[in-house]
């Protein structure tokens, strides 16, 4: 879960124009043929709703979650101009409570801002909240990401790739080469990439680039 001081800059970023980008996920954009009219969509960190909004408008039963207020109003009100079939929820992922089984999870660069023991909770509840048969989508940053030697130096260690800011307000874990599907071993793997990002920039902000990891994977 994002601290609070993540929290509020989040509500800052979320007040600017597509703050992470205007277009769904490519990964998305590639294998939207999984996704049918009327599939359940959980989107874990739902943002600004680049990835929300297109899968409500072709038809999908989307649920949106999000600690960001400014995130689930503006998302919320562009569903509503719509008349799209868009549930939002603002609340951390650990308040909240699944209705429901679902066919897909979206579950986008979250993993590397939580502490390790939000990590572990995450995954365990994705396990918990997707039906068998279901599709993951996830990214997450591994340790050939350019910042991961620096916060070796400067940042508190709580595992062998976790670690927590000097003033103890920011997390960042990394996964391990290979981590990911280990973390889902018994998973189909559909899609599976690791390496160096695209560079990109968030509105005004430095131009940056990560160590990625992409899966798209089946839940036996």
Excluded at 59 to 67: A, E, M, S
Excluded at 78 to 90: G, I, K, M, S, T
Excluded at 106 to 123: M, R, T
Aim: some cysteine; charged content about 25%; overall charge negative.
């Amino acid at each position: 879960m994002a601290t609070e001081s993540e929290k509020n800059e989040y509500d800052g970023c979320y007040k600017k124009d597509a703050w992470f980008g205007s277009r769904e996920s490519h990964l998305l954009d590639r294998y939207g043929n999984l996704l049918e009219p009327g599939t359940s969509v959980l989107d874990v960190g739902v943002g600004q709703g680049r990835n929300a909004l297109p899968l409500a408008r072709g038809g999908c039963r989307v649920t949106g979650l999000d600690n960001s207020e400014v995130a689930i109003s503006s998302v919320r009100a562009a569903a509503e101009n719509e008349n799209l079939d868009l549930v939002l929820h603002q609340k951390p992922f650990l308040d909240f409570q699944a209705p429901e089984s679902f066919d897909v999870i979206l579950c986008f660069g979250l993993l590397q801002i939580l502490s390790p023991e939000d990590s572990a909770s995450l995954l365990e509840r994705i396990h918990h909240w997707l039906r068998p048969g279901g599709i993951l989508f996830m990214t997450a940053w591994h340790v050939d990401d350019p910042s991961f030697p620096g916060l070796c130096d400067t940042w508190e260690r709580l595992g062998l790739h976790r670690f927590r800011s000097p003033d103890k307000k920011r997390y960042r874990s990394f996964l391990g080469r290979g981590e990911i599907l280990q973390l889902f071993f018994r998973w189909k793997v559909i899609h599976h990439w690791e390496g160096l990002g695209q560079f990109h920039r968030h509105g005004d902000s430095q131009l940056e680039r990560h160590g990625d990891v992409e899966v798209v994977l089946g839940k036996p």
